[in-house]
């Protein structure tokens, strides 16, 4: 019944072991083909993240999940046929929960590990927890995502025969496993409870300070905008997830002090266990006075997340926040969708035209690259702007020291 949460061996640098694996998506009539191969195209990025490779994708087109496979007979058929020529895939990885009993069949039918898209992002969060903090919340988001699916994960006694009696061992483990894992859950909650208190006696020392909060998408570049803001060194890697732990640095823009956080990225189908195990983490999002939307405007569906971080701070109550959208790549933007003949004036219009489009449907907004920091002086402008205007709201006795 061991569940496996990690995808290889770790190391001093997390350095992962290697794997190979395909890749599964599923298009419905909510779920279109386009944005199966979307969905996938992210799969793939957090399977390379935790150090899987991969070597193959399948599609199957359902009404609706199959309960017993997921996808259903014949595509498990292909699937295993593929298998058997390619002995070196030892994975396949599902962009959608599997229950345990589906985990169960296809284990049995595919002779690989199987793992669906909430046990890949675990296995990511697992890897990347430092505190004590982090590192509870994702034990947390692992017994709650355990906890309904150790009925699945016990059917290999269900199955045994030879009498009278048989069954009732495996019954009475399950109740076991059960009870041990809701125990585990209250101590993880108990223990985030104590840690969450004393966060807030934290942040009631910081007394009379603006607070400004990085939130976006992960990958979006929020860290590497932290550490040219704050002239800091926070972790910032081309990898989903590089940020698990809120940083909070002090930074002065003149003679005027703030403190800005950088916190966890966001990501389509998060599991909901695991938006609840980190919301302690994510109070610096709620108590802070206005929020940095950072956007990799170069990503293909950077819309799609926009939506998807809008979506999380309405679940987390700041989607009222005063909001600077910081569309971050601009050079890597040009770089991907402008024609290398444009001239300037045309490259001005088209951007000009983006831009409207985009303070039009998301409000007020400014165009960067933490990169080659352009744009960064419009920002630091803008920025002061709102925070000058939040200390004479609310300590206009502070700027008198100025």
């Known amino acids: 019944m061991a569940k496996e949460w990690t995808l290889g061996e770790k190391t001093d640098q997390w350095t992962i072991q290697e794997e190979y694996a395909v890749l599964v998506g599923l298009i419905t009539p909510q779920v279109s083909e386009t944005q199966a191969q979307e969905y996938l195209d992210e799969l793939e990025f957090l399977a390379l993240t935790a150090g899987a490779h991969t070597v193959r994708r399948f599609t199957q087109r359902l009404e609706h999940p199959d309960h017993r496979t997921f996808i259903g007979k014949g595509k498990v058929e292909e699937i295993r046929l593929y298998l058997e020529r390619h002995p070196e895939v030892n994975m396949v990885i599902f962009d959608d929960d599997l229950t345990g009993k589906q985990t169960n069949n296809l284990e049995e ?85 104590e840690i969450d208190r004393q966060a807030q006696t934290q942040r009631k020392t910081r007394g009379e300070w603006v607070r400004v909060a990085l939130v976006g998408y992960t990958n979006a570049g929020k860290s590497t905008l932290m550490n040219l803001l704050s002239k800091s060194e926070v972790l910032a890697e081309d990898r989903l997830f590089a940020t698990l732990d809120t940083t909070v640095r002090k930074v002065v823009f003149g003679q005027m002090p703030f403190l800005l956080s950088d916190t966890v990225g966001f990501i389509r189908k998060l599991p909901h266990h695991l938006v609840e195990s980190f919301k ?77 489009r985009l303070q039009h449907t998301y409000g007020e907004g400014v165009f960067i690259s933490a990169l080659t920091r352009e744009g960064i002086d419009a920002l630091r402008e803008r920025m002061s702007s709102h925070i000058r205007g939040l200390y004479l709201t609310r300590y206009p006795h502070r700027m008198q020291a100025w």
């Open 109 to 193: 039918a595919l002779k690989v590990k199987i793992v669906d898209r909430s046990s890949l992002i675990l296995d990511i969060f697992a890897r990347r927890a430092q505190t004590a903090q982090a590192k509870a919340q994702v034990e947390l988001a692992q017994m709650k995502y355990l906890l309904p699916r150790l009925r699945g994960l016990w059917t290999h006694l269900e199955r045994q025969r030879g009498g009278i009696g048989m069954r009732g061992p495996g019954e009475t483990q399950i109740e076991t496993d059960r009870r041990l894992v809701q125990q585990r859950i209250k101590a993880l909650e108990q223990k985030l409870r």
């Open 280 to 356: 302690s983490t994510l109070d610096e999002v709620r108590e802070s006075d206005l929020l940095l939307h950072v956007v990799d405007v170069a990503h293909p569906q950077f819309e799609d997340h926009i939506r998807t971080v809008q979506q999380t701070l309405a679940e987390l109550g700041a989607a009222e926040k005063t909001t600077i959208m910081v569309y971050n790549k601009i050079d890597l933007y040009r770089e991907r969708y402008f024609d290398a003949l444009l001239d300037a004036q045309t490259r001005r219009e088209l951007e000009r035209e983006l831009a409207e």
